[in-house]
């Protein structure tokens, strides 16, 4: 990854114009086939699966279990249902670059059902679905979108189905199921309506259940828990909320490339001053990353283009429990965040720190290294929803919650 | 009765459902249905104003951005805010590239595959198509290897016998009607323009931080902070990715998805008669280049063409949009008249069959959608690139002109108003694409003029601080989404939301029958349409795609019941 002007770039950008999208081949294993960029395809796949690795954060010494289980695979089985949603995670799905969408979509697995996308209607749509549930060969479910319990589930029906019944029975027919964004998770902001919305695990009984948060989800972490359960037959490591450590186990705040600035006490303190044009500090304008987890400063969105920090507006802690009910009003600033040890609230955050550091020179230059050499501090998220940070040594993964609702892990 | 459903109907964004009758092989009535409800406006209320952006912004992710855009005009509306000149060429950069991207994707991955039988690659020679593909653009991925990778790519789908979302196609429908080669070509471009749409939006991640749910809107302006030296915010390094980009987009647009337009199109030229519909088409304008209201100065005109009468553009007045809920499950309160979004209510209460159905209660006096019915001046309005690009000819857009006279004389000197028509809605929405990489590579050149002159503002921050409102106030914001006509309406009083209504482009075509039972835009242009196999209706699904349907948009509604909500966090 290259940075240019702070924006991160990938090493080969495909420009329409002249040289191109990977030419299709005619190999078979999928990922190969994924990565295909002319000549250099195993050398693509190969980093894609230590990328992966890396992501997943499992020792490197993985990375060949990765390369055997992808390569050796039949085409997995996949349908995506969409409920109360907005296709947020679909168009996030559809961003994908590594692998590109159309080699997941094609060649990784099998998409059988995805109304966003799929050839079929109707009918010849709704059979391919009944089809899967009827013989019980869903591989992975993956859901967006709320379940609207209410009246009979009356606020949304499928070919005159309801919601709730389609889940119940593609989960019943599945192996492991998927929800991806908010919605699905904890049923977002339909929620706070009058459709009696919640999330898939509400109604899903102890089937195998993974959450990916986020609004909407980011498709390296969908991509990644999806290649670790091709791989290894199981789950990556996940909490009380069965979301993946590697991507939600950590604090925004501790990953975030400003976080320099408010170790220094620069904080943006109106939109487009000084502070704000030079990329300090979003505190006061209401950043809730001391409060979110989630891997976003590290993955980035659009193949790692960037993300909203780096693009001037706060974290809003869209990969929070709940976060439309927690984390608003989204311009009010966020009480009591911890600084140096010390506590430190939102009116004497800010006065104290700029004295302590000095940090003309050292904040621009070695940012990167003051992030590296603070490391990343798990947090551990209560069952209330707050973020605890918690200082070294890491703990272990906490295990899932027993019967709260939101499933049991896979 | 209706005996030919389809549901879903997909390749949408949302849940939609169409009932249709088909007499002597041709729908004689149609009923649209909005299958789904969430709540979206009721969830607003008591909100802090300068947040409602965030939340409007879920209605949708495949218009992502578009209700984000309203929702900051409405409230700068109502507090009498003018943002700076960048903010708005960082919004007109932002929609413009939501336009350019979601038209190609709709053309190639929601729509193509009603004219493109994907198994007719499979009979297609490589040389041939390498030979068409050369004599219609000079796009360089027009080889006889990769057509014929492409095809074996195909071959290999359908012999794994694993066909994932293209298992369930209409192939070998009759109504297809393309050679072999056309089919090939067009699924080459479906794989190139899955690649193309994630480049080109990487425009959202730098303006917008990401891409869908961009999250750099303020009330005010932008937070996207401009400054041409530092490292840290939209710099020259930026602006140059981003024109990188714009040119992707230019290559793209100009080298195949117009091409291929023009070339897909005169082999269904049956279709320029089919799909018309009421032929009333509505255009708020929308791309500011100028003051919010200065509509001389709009990228799209504003305006209203009845009657299918080119020749005169009608003013617009938003005091004429109303709801109406006659055939809509929802009730209001007082009497069942169609309202003003200003004074709109949404009560929902279903009325329709218990599921699981097999068909909805379409009687005369019944109720069959989560869709409103908005109508203009009591009439039923198209609304979406057709509209807007008949509404730009009928003002003199000099541009526009030039553009739609050169694809009718393209398309075999076909007259105007064979524009009413499914074919072209495809065709409109392609010139659109077309017209606005002018406007792309012009509000770029402004803004790094701006940054140059040393203008760095982006946010006006005289009214952030909600001491300084007045104690009510009330406004519109307006917009035209890819899918056409887009409004909020909000209400402040005491800093906080007490009302807030959005009438949306899909609520506009695909809404229901009215309490005179006035058919909506979907139902109207689905009158005629010939249907081969009732138990295969690929020709509804053209007329519908032709609209780009976007449902999570059109169902958004609710009504005040309050509904408390935990705030432990935050102050
Ligand atoms: S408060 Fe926000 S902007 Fe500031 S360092 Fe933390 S996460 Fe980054
Ligand atoms: S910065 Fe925060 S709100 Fe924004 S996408 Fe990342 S996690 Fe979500």
């Known amino acids: ?410 | 009765m209706a005996n030919v459903v389809i549901d879903p109907v997909t390749r949408i964004e949302g849940h939609l459902r169409i009932e249709a009758q088909v007499d002597g092989g041709k729908v004689s009535k149609a009923w649209s249905s909005g299958t789904m409800f969430r709540g979206m406006e009721l969830i607003l209320q008591g909100r802090d104003p300068r947040e409602a952006w965030i939340w409007a912004q879920r209605i949708c992710g495949v218009c992502t951005t578009v209700h984000a855009h309203t929702s900051v005009y409405a409230v700068e509306n109502a507090l009498g805010i003018e943002i700076p000149p960048n903010a708005r060429l960082i919004r007109n950069l932002i929609a413009g590239a939501q336009h350019i991207q979601d038209h190609v994707i709709h053309f190639y991955h929601l729509h193509a595959l009603d004219w493109v039988d994907v198994t007719g690659a499979l009979k297609a020679d490589p040389a041939a198509t390498a030979k068409l593909a050369q004599s219609i653009s000079t796009y360089g991925r027009s080889s006889e290897t990769q057509f014929a990778a492409v095809k074996a790519r195909v071959q290999k789908l359908v012999d794994s016998g694993q066909l994932s979302l293209m298992a369930s196609g209409y192939w070998g429908h009759p109504a297809y009607l393309l050679p072999p080669e056309v089919d090939l070509l067009a699924v080459s471009h479906y794989l190139d323009a899955l690649e193309w749409q994630r480049e080109v939006i990487k425009i959202h991640s730098v303006l917008g931080g990401k891409n869908p749910h961009l999250q750099t809107y303020l009330v005010g302006g932008m937070a996207s902070a401009v400054d041409p030296n530092s490292p840290n915010v939209i710099n020259w390094e930026r602006l140059a990715f981003i024109q990188e980009r714009i040119k992707m987009m230019r290559a793209f647009v100009t080298d195949v998805y117009k091409p291929d337009v023009l070339a897909i199109a005169p082999l269904y030229k049956d279709w320029f008669g089919i799909g018309a519909g009421h032929k009333n088409y509505l255009s708020y304008g929308a791309l500011q280049d100028g003051l919010q209201n200065d509509q001389a100065k709009f990228g799209f005109q504003r305006g209203i063409i009845a009657n299918g009468d080119l020749t005169k553009v009608l003013p617009f007045d938003q005091q004429k949009v109303t709801e109406a809920i006659a055939h809509s499950y929802y009730t209001y309160t007082g009497s069942d008249t169609a309202l003003h979004p200003y004074d709109g209510q949404t009560n929902p209460k279903y009325t329709g069959p218990t599921p699981p159905y097999e068909s909805l209660n379409l009687g005369d006096s019944d109720q069959y959608s989560w869709l409103k019915a908005p109508r203009y001046d009591g009439m039923p309005m198209e609304v979406g690139p057709l509209a807007r690009m008949l509404v730009a000819y009928g003002s003199g857009n000099t541009a526009v002109k030039g553009l739609v006279d050169g694809a009718l004389h393209a398309l075999g000197d076909v007259p105007a108003a064979a524009l009413f028509s499914t074919l072209g809605r495809v065709a409109a929405r392609m010139l659109e694409t077309v017209y606005l990489l002018d406007l792309m590579d012009g509000w770029l050149a402004q803004l790094m003029t701006n940054m140059e002159n040393g203008d760095l503002t982006i946010h006006d921050g005289s009214k952030w601080d909600p001491s300084t409102w007045p104690a009510e106030a009330e406004g519109w914001g307006f917009h035209e989404a890819p899918r056409g006509a887009l409004g909020h309406w909000v209400k402040i009083k005491d800093q906080k939301i007490v009302n807030y209504q959005a009438v949306v482009p899909s609520t506009w075509n695909a809404g229901p029958r009215d309490e005179k039972g006035q058919t909506g835009p979907y139902e109207a242009s689905l009158e005629g349409t010939p249907v081969a196999d009732p138990t295969r209706p690929l020709e509804l699904l053209r007329t519908i795609h032709s609209f780009d349907p976007c449902l999570a948009c059109a169902v958004h509604v609710v009504d005040a019941k309050g509904q408390e909500r935990v705030r432990v966090e935050v102050r």
């Open chain 1, 1 to 410: 990854m290259g940075d240019a002007g702070g924006l991160v770039t990938s090493p080969d950008l495909l420009s329409v114009a002249g040289a191109a999208p990977p030419e299709p081949t005619t190999e078979n294993h999928w990922l190969q086939v994924a990565l295909a960029h002319k000549g250099i395809s195993r050398r693509r796949f190969l980093g894609f699966a230590s990328a992966m690795t890396a992501l997943l954060a499992l020792p490197a010494a993985m990375t060949p279990q990765i390369v055997n289980a992808l390569e050796t695979k039949k085409k997995p089985v996949v349908v995506w249902l969409e409920f109360q949603d907005c296709a947020g995670n679909t168009e996030s799905m559809l961003r994908s670059s590594n692998p590109p969408i159309a080699d997941i979509v094609l060649d990784a697995l099998s998409l059988e059902y995805h109304e966003t996308i799929m050839a079929g209607a109707g009918a010849a749509a709704e059979k391919v679905l009944s089809d899967h549930v009827a013989a019980g060969d869903i591989d992975i479910l993956i859901v967006e979108g709320s379940i609207p319990t209410a009246d009979g589930g009356v606020y949304c029906t499928i070919a005159g189905k309801t919601a709730l019944q389609h889940l119940q029975e593609a989960a019943a027919a599945s192996k492991l199921v998927i929800a991806v964004g908010a919605c699905a998770w904890d049923g977002g902001f339909p929620r706070l309506g009058p459709t009696g919305a919640v999330g898939v695990g509400d109604v899903i009984g102890n089937k195998p259940l993974i959450n990916l948060g986020g609004c909407p989800h980011n498709v390296a972490n969908t991509t990644a828990t999806i290649v670790h359960y091709l791989t290894f037959n199981s789950a990556p490591a996940l909490d009380q909320y069965n979301r993946p450590l590697f991507a939600y186990g950590h604090l925004i705040h501790d990953q975030c490339e400003r976080r320099a600035n408010f170790d220094a006490g620069r904080f943006v303190e109106a939109w487009g001053d000084e502070g704000h044009r030079n990329g300090w500090c979003l505190y006061k304008m209401g950043c809730k990353g001391p409060q979110a987890t989630y891997n976003c400063p590290i993955v980035r969105w659009n193949s790692g283009t960037s993300w909203p920090i780096g693009a001037g507006h706060g974290c809003i802690a869209c990969a929070s429990p709940r976060f439309w009910e927690r984390m608003t009003p989204f311009y009010g600033r966020l009480p009591d965040v911890k600084m140096f040890g010390v506590d430190a609230n939102a009116q004497t955050i800010g006065l104290g720190a700029i004295g302590v550091v000095s940090v003309a020179t050292a904040v621009h230059a070695g940012s990167v290294i003051a992030r590296k050499a603070r490391g990343r501090r798990k947090a551990a998220v209560a069952p209330d929803g707050t973020v605890h940070p918690t200082p070294e040594p890491t703990p272990e993964p906490i295990p899932a919650a027993p019967s709260d609702g939101t499933g049991t892990s896979a």
